[in-house]
């Protein structure tokens, strides 16, 4: 005797799940991020990080 819950088992059962999952959370994000392009350092230079610099480091 079988069950007739209507859930496959095995790998087709694996891509049903995630693309539901997919169409609930949708992808939000995005194919390359900020720190893999080529856009330079923004941030604060290693001068302003030493200059305010924990009295404990020194």
């Known amino acids: ?3 007739d819950s ?3 088992a095995g790998p ?3 891509w049903r799940v995630k693309r ?3 169409d ?3 992808d939000d994000l995005p194919e390359v991020t900020s ?3 080529d856009q330079g350092h923004t941030g604060a230079s290693k001068d302003w990080y030493e200059a ?3 009295p ?3």
């Open 1 to 3: 005797m079988t069950s």
């Open 6 to 8: 209507g859930d496959e």
């Open 12 to 14: 087709a059962a694996g």
């Open 20 to 22: 539901k999952i997919d």
């Open 24 to 26: 609930v959370f949708g």
């Open 35 to 37: 720190d893999e392009c």
């Open 52 to 54: 305010n610099r924990p």
């Open 56 to 58: 404990h480091y020194e």
